[in-house]
Structure formats: C-alpha cells, structure tokens
C-alpha cells in the first residue's frame, strides 16, 4: 500500500481516474492507496510518496550503525564507512 500526501491545504480526498475509486485521507493527511496504478497516476496528478529511506542493494555501514546512501555518516560524521552490496 502506498502512502501519498499532497502540498495543498484541505485535501481530504482523491479519486483515480483510472479504476474511479475515491482514497480519503487519514487524520494525519495522508491518502492509503492500495492500487499500484492508481498511486502512479496521481502522482502525475501531484501528489507526492511519503515514507523514509528504501532499502538499496548498496549501501553504506558507518561503524555506529548508520545506514546511508553516500559514504559520510550524518550521525557521527565519518566518512570511514564500509560498502554493503546484496
């Protein structure tokens, strides 16, 4: 299920134009689309994914435990990190 908000104020809900379902958004804002082609077309609609870092097949392992994207940790600031690759 992917979690889409949108930048505007008052946006309660949305309806695919695709399937014609309606998402309506949680107390937080944020609309649970469960259709993978609905999620895709309104983000050509505007609304935006929220969630954190994916998971990448390399990746960066800082002594601290800190997975990053690039070599240079923003908890310790080493750049002496080891290159995970799955």
């Known amino acids: 299920m992917t979690k889409l908000f949108f930048e505007a104020p008052n946006c309660y809900a949305a309806t ?3 399937t014609g379902r309606e998402y309506r958004a949680d107390k937080q804002g944020f609309i649970h689309v469960s259709d993978s082609a609905d999620a895709k077309y309104l983000q050509q609609g ?28 923003p908890k310790c600031g ?6 995970i690759e799955r």
């Open 78 to 83: 080493s750049t002496e990190l080891t290159k």
């Open 16 to 18: 695919s134009g695709l």
């Open 46 to 73: 505007g609304y935006l994914v929220a969630g954190g870092m994916p998971r990448l097949s390399k990746y960066w392992l800082c002594e601290c435990g800190w997975e990053a994207a690039i070599n240079s940790c």
